[in-house]
């Protein structure tokens, strides 16, 4: 039986997924700092240690991503919907507004964030109007005592919130 699936619907229902938001981050070839908001991020491995994100085909910084060759995860505190908005909104510039440090591999990290994975690309695999691309991390960073800003239901929330 082939059901079509309404997208508005289908969005709604993984809307019942409560995740973590974080900015993915990476460098043009000419070494500016772009990233994107994403809520599609999982561990895939832990030997070797393999995480994986969800880029769509129509972000704005797609090209950048592939051909880096790398990519650093920043899981974003409760306090930092700011952050997440300002990446959805103008990742190609949103990290010019902010002081960010480097990682190991070059990319660029969001100030104070909860946890920071970074990684070189493994594998990139088709994904409909997305692509998955697995890194596999060299680097890893994060603060045990800090809660993460969620999405939920199309906004933010957090942990122990109404």
Same mark, same amino acid.
């Given at each position: 039986m082939?059901?079509?699936?309404?997208?508005?619907?289908?969005?709604?229902?993984?809307?019942?997924?409560?995740?973590?938001?974080?900015?993915?981050?990476?460098?043009?070839?000419?070494?500016?700092?772009?990233?994107?908001?994403v809520?599609?991020?999982?561990?895939?491995?832990?030997?070797?240690?393999l995480v994986?994100?969800?880029?769509?085909?129509?972000?704005?910084?797609?090209?950048? =991503?592939?051909?880096s060759?790398? =990519?650093?995860?920043?899981i974003?505190?409760?306090?930092?919907?700011?952050?997440?908005?300002?990446?959805?909104?103008?990742?190609?510039?949103? =990290?010019?507004?902010?002081?960010?440090?480097?990682?190991?591999?070059?990319?660029?990290?969001?100030?104070?964030?909860?946890?920071?994975?970074?990684?070189?690309?493994?594998?990139?695999?088709?994904?409909?109007?997305?692509?998955?691309?697995?890194?596999?991390?060299?680097?890893?960073?994060?603060?045990?005592?800090?809660?993460?800003?969620?999405?939920?239901r199309?906004?933010?929330?957090s942990?122990g919130?109404?």
């Amino acid at each position: 039986m082939n059901m079509s699936i309404n997208p508005r619907a289908f969005r709604d229902a993984m809307g019942c997924f409560a995740s973590a938001v974080t900015v993915i981050s990476t460098t043009t070839a000419d070494g500016q700092a772009v990233g994107v908001t994403v809520n599609s991020f999982n561990s895939v491995s832990l030997e070797p240690p393999l995480v994986l994100f969800c880029l769509g085909r129509d972000a704005s910084n797609f090209q950048h =991503f592939l051909n880096s060759g790398r =990519f650093a995860v920043n899981i974003l505190r409760q306090d930092q919907d700011k952050v997440s908005s300002g990446f959805a909104s103008d990742g190609g510039n949103f =990290f010019q507004t902010m002081e960010n440090d480097v990682s190991e591999l070059g990319n660029p990290l969001v100030p104070n964030a909860l946890a920071m994975f970074d990684c070189e690309i493994e594998a990139v695999h088709e994904g409909g109007d997305h692509v998955i691309l697995i890194g596999r991390v060299s680097e890893l960073r994060h603060d045990p005592d800090g809660d993460p800003l969620l999405y939920y239901r199309g906004r933010y929330s957090s942990v122990g919130s109404d």
